[in-house]
């Protein structure tokens, strides 16, 4: 099977998957899938990055992170922030201290800031899809990221030649980049206007500012592989590389329109 046709079995299946945790799930099976996704995304971060003893990250990781799911309503989102960057803090200290260098601590940081992120998609994705309307605006957001990166990738492909960030992914062009603009606009909008009778003006506010942060993110770990030379994050999924090389537009794209829309609802 030729990379192309592994890439579309593979988008269907994830397709298919998304739909039925996003629709067909109730409240904990989601949060558990939510959670599971978000560790193995850790595993594949801690592999890629190749830190020592990233067990002990993991688990400093799970052990809080499963405590705060079943109890999201009395324990601050915090817990699960704070608790696991603490002690990473401290076992870097106490594994590294006799062998430390500029280039593990830079890794060290890298897995601080992308576990961050995956903590807080994490939480937003449980929170929200338990809020009246919650499914379905995040059914926009996502389905908004999915068309800005094949409306990038066909766009770029077509007529891309003016480089967009080429020392970080030299592969991206400002044309695929306005492409996926507008094409994630769309789709994001309208998804919101139809399904959720959205305000236009807020509508396309929030869908421009969800693909724009979406290719901050993707940009963002396009120069973490790029620091750790790898070309994917893993192995996972056949044609796409990894976990996180499919959702890191939505790590920080989620979080922020999901944020917004509530100050503005």
């Not at 558990?32 to 993991?58: D, K």
């Not at 929200?128 to 309307?133: D, F, S, V």
């Not at 409306?151 to 080429?166: D, E, I, M, N």
């Not at 396009?222 to 090389?245: E, F, M, N, Q, Y």
């Amino acid at each position: 099977m030729n990379e192309l046709n592994k890439r579309i079995l593979t988008a269907i299946v994830l397709a298919a998957g998304a739909i039925y945790w996003m629709f067909y799930t109730d409240k904990d099976l989601f949060n558990i899938i939510t959670l599971v996704v978000g560790i193995l995304a850790v595993i594949e971060l801690f592999a890629m990055i190749q830190l020592p003893s990233a067990i002990l990250y993991i688990v400093t990781l799970a052990i809080p992170s499963l405590f705060w799911l079943w109890s999201p309503e009395t324990i601050p989102v915090i817990f699960p922030l704070l608790v696991p960057s603490i002690f990473w803090m401290v076992i870097y200290v106490v594994v590294m201290r006799h062998n430390s260098s500029a280039e593990v601590f830079t890794r060290f940081v890298y897995a601080q800031w992308m576990t961050m992120l995956l903590m807080l998609f994490c939480y937003t994705l449980i929170t929200t899809h338990a809020l009246t309307h919650g499914v379905v605006f995040l059914s926009g957001a996502i389905l908004g990221v999915w068309a800005a990166d094949i409306g990038a990738y066909f766009v770029g492909k077509s007529f891309g030649k003016t480089k967009l960030c080429p020392s970080i992914s030299p592969g991206k062009s400002i044309e695929g980049f306005l492409g996926g603009l507008v094409l994630g606009t769309l789709v994001a909008a309208s998804f919101w206007l139809n399904m959720l009778g959205m305000d236009m003006t807020k509508a396309i506010i929030l869908a421009v500012v969800l693909v724009l942060v979406s290719v901050a993110g993707d940009l963002g770990e396009s120069a973490l592989k790029r620091a750790v030379g790898v070309k994917d994050s893993g192995k996972t999924l056949p044609g796409h590389g990894g976990i996180l090389d499919r959702i890191d537009a939505l790590l920080p794209s989620i979080p922020v329109v999901a944020m917004l829309w509530l100050s503005i609802a």
